[in-house]
C-alpha cells in the first residue's frame, strides 16, 4: 500500500497509549507503586531483557519496566532501535537515582500509518519492530499479546525517546476491569512533562511529532487528544510542582520529568496517601510526589 494512500482523511491527535517509567528495581518500584494505590499487573517478560508490571487505566497505562535478563539485550543493528538496549544504558545514566521516566508512547491507529505520517513530517525513523509477549489474565491463564511499535529517535533527546504503540491484539486481551480499578481511583494520563533548558530548542522536533507546539511561559505546549504535553524549563517546572526534583538535563538535552494522573475522587487520594504517610504536596488543584520521592518521576493527581 503506498503511503500516499495510509494518509488519506484526517487523523486525529494521538493520546497517550502510556509512558514507561524505567528503574533499578522492578519489585521496590512495584511495592511503592502499589503503596500510593495503584494495581499492578503481573510481572511479564519480554523477548529482549526487559521485564515490566503494568497499571491500566482507561485507555491508557504505566509501565514499570527493568532490565531483568541483561544477557537476552540485542544491540541495535544499522538502522535499528533496540528496546532493550535503549534501557539499559538508560539506566547507567540514572546510577545515581532509582530511575526515572525513560519513554512516552503514543497511541497508535496502525503501525503503517504511524510511519507514513512521521516519514512525511520529516522524521528519520528506525526499522519497523514488533514483538510478542505472554500475559497472565486475572484468572490465571495466559495469553499472547502482539504489539507493533514505531520510535521517533532525536539525537537531542538520548535519554528520551517517543513511540507510537499498536496493539495488535483485541482490546479485550488486553485491558482487564480487574487490572483498571485502583484504590486511588486513577482513570487515566492526563498530563506529561518535560524539562530543558532551552525547550525552545526542541520546538522542530516536537511539531513534527505532535503536529503542533505553543509557546508558554517557560516553555511549550503541545496538544495530545484527551491531555497535554508541555517541556518546561526547570525553574519553571518546579514552580508548577514546588518541591519537585527534576532530572538535571546535560546541556540543551530534553528529559522527562513526570506525569499527571486523573482520578475519580482527589479527597479520597489524598486522604489515602495522607494515611500512607506519604511526604506528597498539595497544590491548587492537584496533589504530587516529587521525583526523588517516586522512583525518578514526578507523579500528581487532580479530579477527573
Not at 529517535?153 to 480499578?181: E, G, I
Not at 526534583?245 to 499527571?260: M, N
Amino acid at each position: 500500500m503506498a503511503e500516499e494512500s495510509l494518509l488519506d482523511g484526517p487523523l486525529e491527535p494521538a493520546g497517550f497509549d502510556h509512558v514507561v517509567l524505567t528503574v533499578h528495581d522492578l519489585d521496590a518500584a512495584a511495592a511503592f507503586y502499589e503503596r500510593i494505590g495503584f494495581t499492578l499487573t503481573p510481572k511479564a517478560q519480554h523477548p529482549f531483557g526487559t521485564g515490566n508490571r503494568l497499571a491500566q487505566m482507561q485507555g491508557s497505562f504505566i509501565e514499570l519496566l527493568a532490565v531483568t535478563k541483561p544477557e537476552d539485550v540485542p544491540e541495535p543493528g544499522e538502522g535499528e532501535f533496540s528496546f532493550g538496549a535503549y534501557n539499559r544504558d538508560y539506566l547507567k545514566s540514572t546510577a545515581d537515582r532509582p530511575g526515572g521516566m525513560a519513554m512516552l508512547a503514543l497511541t497508535s491507529p496502525g503501525w503503517e500509518i504511524d510511519r507514513a505520517r512521521l516519514t512525511a513530517a520529516g522524521l528519520d525513523l528506525p526499522a519497523p519492530f514488533g514483538f510478542g509477549r505472554a500475559a497472565r489474565q486475572p484468572d490465571g491463564t495466559e495469553v499472547k499479546l502482539d504489539f507493533r511499535l514505531t520510535f521517533a529517535p532525536n539525537p537531542a533527546m538520548l535519554r528520551a525517546t517517543f513511540f507510537t504503540c499498536d496493539h495488535r491484539h483485541p482490546a479485550s486481551v488486553f485491558w482487564k476491569p480487574d487490572y483498571q480499578t485502583h484504590a486511588n481511583g486513577a482513570l487515566r494520563l492526563a498530563e506529561v512533562f518535560m524539562v530543558s533548558e532551552v525547550p525552545e530548542m526542541h520546538a522542530d522536533f516536537l511539531r513534527r511529532l505532535f503536529g503542533a507546539v505553543v509557546p508558554i511561559n517557560g516553555g511549550l505546549c503541545a496538544g495530545v487528544s484527551g491531555g497535554g504535553f508541555c517541556i518546561l524549563e526547570p525553574d519553571a517546572f518546579v514552580e508548577t510542582y514546588p518541591g519537585a526534583t527534576p532530572p538535571q538535563p546535560q546541556g540543551e538535552e530534553a528529559l522527562f520529568a513526570g506525569f499527571r494522573v486523573e482520578v475519580a475522587d482527589l479527597s479520597a487520594a489524598q486522604a489515602a496517601w495522607s494515611e500512607a504517610g506519604l511526604p506528597f504536596r498539595r497544590v491548587g488543584s492537584h496533589i504530587h510526589l516529587a521525583g526523588d520521592d517516586a522512583f525518578g518521576a514526578l507523579i500528581a493527581l487532580s479530579q477527573g
